[in-house]
């Protein structure tokens, strides 16, 4: 294999429409794509990575026109985690999404305007199950998971909807499913949208769009993403310069979430966001099968599951249920946490300790 | 310790095992005991290990392993979902020995409990004639630097147990060279046996 520093976004096209959660259906589904490395004969070497909530298709290497790494280029290349040497890397953009798959901002067939909120609510169950029509394209026999936070979910309910057909499932940051405090953030972040006088019913395409509600849910996200410590490390209580007596930006911490909010707005549709944190906060499996054992128990796969010790929105104790889960099933699993002073955002920064943990856990 | 005396442990515990089993090892290390279980009595295994290290390194030998503290309980455990927990070399180094091996004692039906014995005579000697914490080849640390919080003797455990209602199905007493298991009087054993293995249950 040729070394690859560009990564190029493919599209499919699914011909038939999918029978969503929500009992509509959806057609004209276009899911972007990567790829990294090379399908073996078998077409057995596959890892699916599945992003978290404002990723894309674009998972490693380098983007041609944004000139950009990915968001698990540490994680995802020649003798990385996920060895591109060894295995045939496939990361799309999920279904409601705004970076190539279809989702609210696309057009809708039957009106040739965006969709906008008339685009059916999605759940984690529809992501995967768009997933899948992509891994069935390549004709993928037996399919390696893993993801972070949203990504995690998405993993566990690959193990959880395909039992025979996922051989291991690699589970980081996250849980099966979202506590009370964490839908109470992203019940914030919608409603910042939602409130924001361009908002217009999400039909603002041909105008400005909400970008203060839009900037307003990523700081509140920023802020779940990391830690007391994080914070205390990056920020502390530093002062800009000096104070200014008025409500503008004074602290460093303040300017930080201004600049992520600012930076966000011009990445990420509104609408997409309101979609996707909805999938998140429904997204249920305890409830779905009356337990999580019940969910869990067909699923041929083995388990690697990870939690950081300073993750307060996906907690090791909601990862150390899936584990208990596991182990009641006898399943074939292992679980490690590791130390981190970055909190939720770990599971993008810490790759050293996450590589070697996954690399065992491959077999290598 | 010695590979050799690692050998003698680990073969003993192994003979003590069914084929199949459904094994916990607690304190499992680099998960060498339970790879050895694997390989030779085909058993179904999970490890628990509180060192990321020797995770990693069990994980490296394609072994199921738990991440996690001995002292905080097997909260993730079912009761007697295991056909044996495993503690080789451990107890003494656990802050709640009395705790951790309730705990085993509820997710499994039987368990394998060893540990060094500090009544064995050399370690009486050293004691006696030196007048300084014992070291040896099984004990090789410093008093202020050792895991060994708990350190016991044979006759400590068998009082333990008695008084807990904890029923002793088979003890065997091991020499560097050599392992006597069963009915020998307690306090000769308690005297020549530098390490004891004992499979308990409740009673």
Redesign the interface.
Known sequence: MGIENYSETKFYKLDKPIALKCGKSLENIKIAYQTYGKLNNNKDNAILVLHALTGSAHAAFINKKTNKKGWWDNMIGPNKAFDTNKFFVISSNVLGGCYGTTGPKSINPSTNMPYALDFPVVTIEDMVKVQKKLVDYFGIKKIIVAGGSMGGMQALQWSIAYPEYVKSTILIATAARLNAQSIAFNAVARNAILKDSNFNNGNYYNSKHPENGLAIARMVGHITYLCEEAMYKKFGREFKGTPSFDFGIDFQVESYLEHQGKIFVDRFDANSYLYITKALDYYDPIKEYGNLENALKNSNS?FLIISFSTDWLFTTQQA?QI??TL??L?K????????SKCGHDAFLLEFE?QT??IK??L?E | MTTKEFNLNYKIVCSLIPKKARILDLGCADGKLLKILKNEKNIDGLGVEISQDSVLKALQKGLNIVQGDLDKGLGEFQNSSFDYAILNQTLQSTKNPEFVLYEMLRVAKKCIVSFPNFAYWKVRLYLFFKGKMPKSNVLPYEWYDTPNVHLLTISDFFEFCYKRNIKIEKSIYLTKKKARSGFLIKNIANFFSEEAIFVITKL
């Open positions: 083995k150390k584990v208990s182990i009641k006898n074939n699993v292992s679980f490690v946490e590791l130390e300790k070697k943990i065992s856990f077999g």
